[in-house]
C-alpha cells in the first residue's frame, strides 16, 4: 500500500492538530520509511517475482522488524515515547502511536500472507487485495480521498504556498501510485532501497505543506 498510508497521514490532523502534517506522514508510514534501510543493510529481504500478485511484483520473504505485527508494536510505542518526551503532548503521542499501527492493519488488506505476526513465528497473514487491481484501487483510493478530504476541512492556507504546495503534493503522490501500478517492475532491489529512501522528501513536504497552513 502507498498512498492509503499517506491518507492515513492527512487524517490525523483531523484528530489532533498539535503535530505538523510532516510528523502525521512520517508515523503513518513509518515502517515504509525504515524497510529501505534494513533491506539495504541486508537485514531483511524482498525478491523481485513478477506475478507474485496482480498489483506489486514485489515478493517480501522477510521483513520481521519493519512488518511483523509485534514489530509494529514496539515502534509505535518508541514513535509515541519519543513524541512525548520531545513536545510533552501525551494526547497527540497517542494519536501517533495509532498512526503507526494503522500502517500494519492497512498492509493487512492488500498484502498476501506475508505479514509475521511475531520475528521467528512462522505464521504470516494478509487478506490479498493485491490480487485485485480494482479492490486495490477502490480501497486505497477511498482512504487517501477520505484523509485528504479531512485534511482540506481541519486546515485553513495562511498564503498562496499552502494551497500550491499542498495540491502539488496530491498530484505528485497520484502520480507515482499510477506509474507504480502501471510501470515496469523496478530493475533491482537495491533500486527499490533507493527510491524508498526517497519518500523522507514526502515527510519534509509534509513540514512545508503545515507551515504554510493554520
Ligand atoms: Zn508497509
Avoid: C
Avoid at 69 to 83: H, N, P, R, S, T
Wanted: glycine share 8%.
Amino acid at each position: 500500500m502507498f498512498i492509503g498510508h499517506f491518507g492515513a497521514g492527512f487524517a490525523g490532523k483531523k484528530f489532533e492538530k498539535s503535530a505538523s502534517l510532516g510528523t502525521y506522514f512520517m508515523a503513518a508510514q513509518w515502517i515504509d520509511l525504515i524497510w529501505p534501510i534494513l533491506l539495504m543493510l541486508g537485514i531483511e529481504k524482498a525478491e523481485i517475482k513478477s506475478g507474485v500478485t496482480t498489483v506489486t511484483p514485489l515478493d517480501f520473504t522477510y521483513y520481521p522488524f519493519s512488518h511483523s505485527l509485534f514489530g509494529v508494536i514496539v515502534w509505535a510505542m518508541l514513535f509515541a515515547m519519543v513524541y512525548f518526551i520531545i513536545k510533552k503532548n501525551s494526547k497527540t503521542a497517542i494519536v501517533l502511536a495509532l498512526l503507526v499501527l494503522s500502517h500494519w492493519f492497512l498492509d493487512l488488506f492488500v498484502h498476501i500472507p506475508d505479514l509475521p505476526i511475531f520475528p521467528g513465528a512462522s505464521i504470516k497473514v494478509g487478506f490479498g487485495l493485491w490480487n485485485s487491481f480494482a479492490a486495490t484501487l477502490i480501497l486505497e483510493g477511498l482512504i487517501f480521498v477520505a484523509g485528504v478530504f479531512l485534511y482540506y476541512k481541519s486546515t485553513k492556507t495562511k498564503n498562496k504556498i499552502g494551497t500550491y504546495s499542498l495540491i502539488g503534493l496530491i498530484v505528485f503522490l497520484v502520480a507515482m501510485y499510477i506509474s507504480n501500478l502501471v510501470g515496469p517492475p523496478p530493475p533491482s532491489i537495491e533500486m527499490i532501497g533507493i527510491v524508498g529512501n526517497a519518500q523522507w522528501l514526502i515527510v519534509l513536504w509534509g513540514y512545508w505543506i503545515d507551515k504554510n497552513r493554520e
